[in-house]
């Protein structure tokens, strides 16, 4: 008997297989309906993406105490998104903003830290801001410079990379 073992087109890895690697995107809120663009558009390209939520929602309904609580909580959960073991990397949606080229605030450079320091790949939408060219390049940030399908060809790689150390039984 062989122990050849012989795989169908049906037992090849699906985007569905990937589905446990994912990409967290972040980016001032100011973005948001850029980032549900960018979060379409990854997953038309077989890319799970995650987003922030909305942390605007209804300003009316929140006194600045309860708004404050409220944004934390936002920012906990978007943090923990970060550092799950299933993230790839961060995708920073880093558009221009009030005059300043590509704009991150200090709560998105907060969950680039967070991506850093969990060793999760750092991806710039646009070019890397001279405000942190020294710590983006020192941690190895890739600007895309609006290439989003360079992004979804290392995110396929890794995850060809993770599938081919599965271990399949011997027969």
Same mark, same amino acid.
């Given at each position: 008997?062989?122990?050849?073992?012989?795989?169908?087109?049906?037992?090849?890895?699906?985007?569905?297989?990937?589905?446990?690697?994912?990409?967290?995107?972040?980016?001032?809120?100011?973005? +948001?309906?850029?980032?549900?663009?960018?979060? @379409?558009?990854?997953?038309?390209? $077989?890319?799970? +993406? #995650? #987003?922030?939520?909305?942390? @605007?929602?209804?300003?009316?309904?929140?006194?600045?105490?309860?708004?404050?609580? %409220?944004?934390?909580?936002?920012?906990?959960?978007?943090?923990?998104?970060?550092?799950?073991?299933?993230?790839?990397?961060?995708?920073?949606? $880093?558009?221009?903003? $009030?005059?300043?080229?590509?704009?991150?605030?200090?709560?998105? %450079?907060?969950?680039?830290?967070?991506? %850093?320091?969990?060793?999760?790949?750092?991806?710039?939408?646009?070019?890397?801001?001279?405000?942190?060219?020294?710590?983006?390049?020192?941690?190895?940030?890739?600007?895309?410079?609006?290439?989003?399908?360079?992004?979804?060809?290392?995110?396929?790689?890794?995850?060809?990379?993770?599938? +081919?150390?599965?271990? %399949?039984?011997?027969?």
């Amino acid at each position: 008997m062989s122990s050849a073992v012989s795989l169908r087109h049906d037992d090849l890895p699906t985007a569905d297989h990937f589905a446990a690697k994912r990409v967290v995107v972040c980016g001032s809120m100011a973005f +948001a309906a850029q980032i549900r663009l960018i979060k @379409d558009q990854l997953d038309t390209l $077989n890319v799970r +993406a #995650v #987003v922030p939520d909305d942390v @605007d929602g209804d300003l009316k309904l929140y006194d600045t105490g309860s708004y404050l609580a %409220f944004k934390k909580a936002v920012s906990v959960a978007h943090i923990n998104k970060i550092k799950d073991p299933r993230t790839y990397a961060v995708l920073v949606a $880093n558009f221009d903003k $009030n005059g300043i080229y590509g704009y991150v605030g200090a709560n998105t %450079f907060a969950e680039i830290s967070v991506a %850093f320091s969990s060793r999760k790949k750092i991806f710039l939408l646009s070019e890397i801001p001279s405000q942190y060219a020294d710590e983006l390049t020192a941690w190895g940030a890739i600007a895309l410079n609006g290439d989003i399908p360079r992004l979804v060809r290392m995110y396929e790689q890794s995850c060809r990379h993770a599938t +081919a150390q599965l271990r %399949f039984p011997q027969f």
